[in-house]
Every structure is written in C-alpha cells, then in structure tokens.
C-alpha cells in the first residue's frame, strides 16, 4: 500500500491526529502563573517560617505587595522587594529566602 492509495478519509485522519498530537505538547510548555494574593491560611504558615506574628507579616505585605498574578518581575525589582520585605519585617534576607524556597520550591529542569 503506497502512500498515493490512500483515500481522503485516511488523511484526513492521519492529519487529525498530527494536530491533537501538536494540540497535547503545546498545552504542555506554558508556565503556570504564580499563586494570587496570599489566603489567610498562607498568611499563618508564612509567619511561622518566618519568626514574625501574621499581624506583622499583613501589615509588611500591604507596604510592598506581591507581584500580580502571572506579572514576572525583574531580577533587579525582585530583589530590591526582597530586601524592603526583609527590613519592614526586621528579619534577614536569608531567612526569608529559605521561607519562600520552602513556599516556591525552584522548577525543576
């Protein structure tokens, strides 16, 4: 059976199978985005890792924010929210970067 005896259907067929097929490892490569705001839930466990009372952590988030859901920030802007998180929790940056490892672990390759 050669290629050219194949009737339309056939085709047809082998085409929609290439493109589910396509369809399948397309979904597969987009990121996820990052969680939203934190949940009240979030907001206790957080504060446990991080030594400090939720209140604190609350009032810490409300001076610098998040970044929007799916927003990716700079690695300089990044950075620089770390360290203003660090100091309006009067907690070292080390501390909070092992909390937020344990909160965002890396993606792995």
Do not use: W
């Not at 939203?36 to 939720?54: N, S, Y």
């Not at 001076?63 to 660090?86: T, W």
Request: charged share 25%; proline share 12%.
């Amino acid at each position: 059976m050669s290629f050219f005896s194949l009737d339309r259907r056939d085709l047809l067929m082998i085409a929609a199978c290439g493109l589910a097929f396509t369809a399948v490892l397309m979904s597969q490569r987009h990121d996820t985005p990052p969680p939203g705001p934190p949940t009240e839930q979030i907001i206790q466990q957080m504060a446990g890792k991080l030594g400090v009372t939720a209140d604190q952590l609350r009032r810490a988030i409300e001076v610098i924010p998040p970044p929007a859901r799916g927003e990716r920030q700079s690695p300089e802007r990044h950075d620089m929210a770390r360290y203003a998180l660090a100091a309006a929790l009067n907690i070292p940056v080390a501390r909070l970067d092992a909390a937020m490892r344990h909160r965002h672990p890396p993606p792995r390759d």
